[in-house]
């Protein structure tokens, strides 16, 4: 999501050029949402001899990494077959001498700023804001429903249960939003469904609408529904940014996961933690040990509350200044 800006760049940059966009399998429905590129491969970290093969197949002069932390990229650029390749150098991971230039990937901005890094070290401008291209799908999702409310519980990666709220405190925080018609939507991969299906009811009992969401066709339909929301509260992964991007007022729940780094970028966001200081321990997203375990039980749901209704208010003034 964070890298589609830098993809515009190097779009209008390269307007004549044939961009290839390597990326891994997990990441394909969020890559076939972004504007740029002109093919989109698939490469297997797991597999480096068939992965180095794919792309040196692909002849590239000019050789991007936008990956953050894994070693094994380097290996790959330096085996591309590149004229050029460029990458970050961060520290610890001993990566940097895998290009021909090497960026410092630094934990003191966030990672859009790193990516920008890469493109200002060939003097490339880069004034893109993140996006992505709305699709329509075949059948438009919860079309007869006016006001929406996305919920997104659950995180993945390393060590993902970390990252999560308690399930009731979500519930205290749709009983405070709640309104006539709302309908809260539960979103998740559809390895989540387990627990989005129990859920929703959960909050059904408590009097509120729910409906689990997980779209068969990417994020094609999940797109629509978030840019219709009137307000997306999620932990910190994919779909905290997307509905950023996509201009809904959007709470980022962040415990471990430091916002200066990895926070939404939008025009109507907020990423709050715990009230006390600690948590945003996180950079790369695995620098667990050594660290409280308990970060995201001291977010306090007046905390969540008191963002969400400022965030809905900022997205009224938003509204109302388009009208005036």
């Given amino acids: 999501m964070l890298f589609s800006a830098v993809l515009r760049d190097l779009r209008l940059y390269f307007s004549e050029a044939h961009i290839v966009h390597f990326c891994m399998a997990p990441n394909l429905a969020a890559a076939n949402i972004l504007a740029g590129a002109d093919e989109r491969v698939i490469i297997d970290l797991t597999k480096p001899a068939a992965s180095i093969r794919t792309i040196r197949s692909h002849k590239v002069d000019l050789f991007f990494d936008f990956s953050s932390w894994q070693r094994i990229t380097a290996i790959f650029s330096l085996l591309s077959g590149a004229r050029f390749a460029i990458g970050f150098r961060t520290r610890g991971q001993y990566r940097g001498r895998g290009y ?7 934990n003191k901005q966030h990672e859009i700023e790193n990516f920008r890094d890469l493109l200002r070290s060939l003097s490339l401008p880069t004034e893109s804001e993140p996006g992505v291209v709305l699709q329509k799908p075949q059948v438009e999702p919860l079309a007869d429903e006016s006001d929406l409310v996305v919920f997104h519980l659950w995180a ?6 970390l990252r999560e709220w ?3 405190r979500w519930i205290d925080l749709a009983i405070s939003l709640k309104g006539a ?4 939507v539960i979103t998740g991969a559809p390895s989540d469904m387990e627990r989005m299906v129990p859920f929703a009811a959960r909050m059904e009992v408590a009097g509120l609408r729910a409906v689990p969401f997980s779209g068969t066709d990417g994020f094609v339909s999940l797109s629509r529904i978030v840019r219709r929301a009137r307000l997306v509260v999620s932990v910190n992964t994919g779909v905290m940014h997307l509905a950023a991007i996509l201009g809904s007022p959007t709470l980022s729940l962040n415990g471990p996961t430091a916002n200066h780094r990895w926070g939404p970028v939008g025009i109507c966001v907020m990423g709050i933690g715990p009230a006390d200081g600690s948590g945003g ?5 695995f620098e667990f040990e050594g660290q409280p375990q308990d970060v995201m039980l001291r977010i306090a749901v007046d905390q969540a509350i008191e963002a969400a209704r400022d965030l809905m208010g900022k997205r009224e003034a938003r509204w109302r200044s388009i009208g005036g």
Avoid: I, K
Avoid at 281 to 285: A, V
């Fill in 100 to 106: 021909d230039r090497s960026v410092e990937h630094s």
């Fill in 156 to 161: 993945s990666g390393a060590r993902s249960w």
């Fill in 166 to 168: 308690p399930e009731n």
């Fill in 181 to 184: 018609r709302t309908l809260f």
């Fill in 281 to 285: 321990y996180l950079n790369l997203g």
